[in-house]
């Protein structure tokens, strides 16, 4: 089964969004202002970025092929759906929330795996997610190594940070990780594309990405200006919060519609968030449960 990752083709959204992180300046570009209170019946110059941006996401089904820039029907009911995830207000708009929570970064891997999911229904039995028919590994103890194409940071400096993560998650479940080569789980640095179909996107946006078990690939960002201590920067992203996330997709999560999970897929720069919440822990015995 091939796992479903998200496609990073955000670059002209990028661009649009850009101006909100450029200087301290409120500027609002020309083409924000222009997709901000879009709404179905019109077209919006830029529009099918969003199309892309909610398609890479698992928001929205349909092919490339009608990825124009005309507000119909298909991005309304995605909107909706995407708005709904992240308990924003449904107004099948694109509103200046809505802005906002997409021009956050994030994980790369999509929310929605199965369009037959019923994501309303899912949702009142919890937060916590797994892929498409939740691919679990067959072993507790589990191997890993280092493997980078782009260097950002060595494996020393890298190791006490992975180990802590990897331990977040084995205190709470059977799992026991040690390294080992060759191993179950391959970790490093990447950039832009790097043969998985799923090419990084620069700095922001996408910071990293992983799959379901039992792949065992996980990718970050080497893009991204990485934080590897407790002195994390206004303009950094602590390197060990997202890998304890990338662990849960590769022991089987997905992405967690609670804010405080561990697994939320959206993490903003200069935040750390090194413990798994209560849907963590629930979401991983859940799923090894027998
Ligand atoms: C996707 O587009 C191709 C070509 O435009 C078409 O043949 C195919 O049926 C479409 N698939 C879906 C699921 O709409
Ligand atoms: C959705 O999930 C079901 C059950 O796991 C599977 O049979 C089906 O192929 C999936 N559909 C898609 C589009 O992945
Ligand atoms: C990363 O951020 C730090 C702190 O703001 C800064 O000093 C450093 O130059 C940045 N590194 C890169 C590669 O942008
Ligand atoms: C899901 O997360 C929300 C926000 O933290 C919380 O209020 C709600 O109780 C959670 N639902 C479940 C079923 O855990
Ligand atoms: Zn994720
Ligand atoms: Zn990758």
Redesign the pocket.
């Known amino acids: 089964m091939a796992p ?1 990752l998200a496609i990073s083709a955000l670059l002209l959204l990028l661009v649009i969004i850009q101006a909100l992180f450029v200087k301290s300046e409120p500027q609002i570009s020309k083409s924000l202002g222009l997709l901000e209170g879009a709404r179905k019946g019109y077209t919006f110059e830029g529009l099918n970025q969003v199309k892309q941006y909610l398609k890479a996401f698992g928001y929205y ?1 349909i092919n490339g092929s009608s990825l124009t820039d005309s507000f119909d029907d298909v991005l309304e009911s995605a909107l909706k759906s995407y708005q709904q995830h992240y308990r924003l207000k449904v107004t099948g708009r694109i509103d200046s929330n809505t802005l906002k929570k997409m021009s956050t970064p994030r994980c790369g891997v999509q929310d929605i ?5 019923d994501d309303v229904k899912f949702s009142m039995i919890a937060n916590y997610s797994f892929f ?3 691919p679990r590994w067959n072993k507790r103890q589990l191997t890993y190594m280092f493997r980078s194409s782009a260097f950002v940071i060595s494996d020393q400096q890298l190791r006490p940070i992975i180990t802590r993560a990897l331990n977040k998650w084995a205190v709470v479940s059977n799992f026991a990780f040690r390294e080992a080569n060759p191993s179950d789980i391959v970790m490093g640095f990447h950039r832009g594309f790097h043969g998985d179909n799923y090419p990084f996107d620069g700095p922001g946006n996408v910071l990293a990405h992983a799959f379901a078990p039992r792949d065992g690939r996980l990718h970050y960002d080497a893009d991204e200006n990485w934080s590897t201590n407790n002195a994390i920067r206004q303009n950094q992203f602590d390197l060990e919060s997202v890998a304890i996330h990338e662990i849960g997709h590769i022991l089987g999560l997905g992405h967690s519609q609670d804010p405080n999970a561990i697994m939320y897929a959206y993490i903003s720069p200069g935040n750390t968030k090194r413990n798994l919440g209560r849907d963590d822990i629930d979401g991983i015995r859940a799923l090894y449960s027998n």
């Open positions: 479903k089904s795996f199965n369009d037959s999911n498409n028919g939740m």
